[in-house]
């Protein structure tokens, strides 16, 4: 580790593959909350995301969820996206299912996902949803 440390590109791409190494394997208090479905990169299309905390906007008081969207095959590297919580499809994948999704290109993927349908996220401070699971 302290010669990975020494080298500056090496360095970035290490600390910052370790912090989403340990994140995944839940050795970390910053951890993924849910696996969802977002809309992205366009109408129509679908990713797998992982909501990593839930804040309120401003202006309009409206839940807004971060989501961390992976690339695949590297789990690793993504973007993180402030997204309306009500546009994102709640899913019952375990962040191991996703991320055997993810690392395969969809050759490992769970037997069933609800595409079609904004199925919302069930999150604690709202009045209309039931508490995080």
Do not use: H
Request: with cysteine; charged share 25%.
């Amino acid at each position: 580790e302290s010669i990975f440390e020494r080298v500056p590109l090496v360095k970035t791409i290490y600390k910052s593959t370790k912090q989403i190494v340990v994140t995944l394997g839940g050795g970390q208090a910053m951890e993924f909350q849910r696996v969802v479905l977002v809309e992205f990169p366009r109408p129509g299309m679908k990713c797998v995301a992982f909501l990593t905390s839930v804040m309120k906007d401003v202006d309009t008081g409206r839940e807004m969820a971060t989501v961390f969207i992976s690339t695949t095959p590297n789990p690793t590297t993504g973007y993180m996206q402030i997204v309306p919580l009500e546009e994102l499809s709640e899913t019952n994948w375990t962040v191991e299912d996703a991320v055997k999704l993810l690392m395969s290109g969809g050759v490992i993927s769970p037997p069933r996902v609800a595409f079609d349908k904004v199925r919302p996220v069930r999150w604690a401070g709202s009045d209309k949803r039931m508490t995080k699971s």
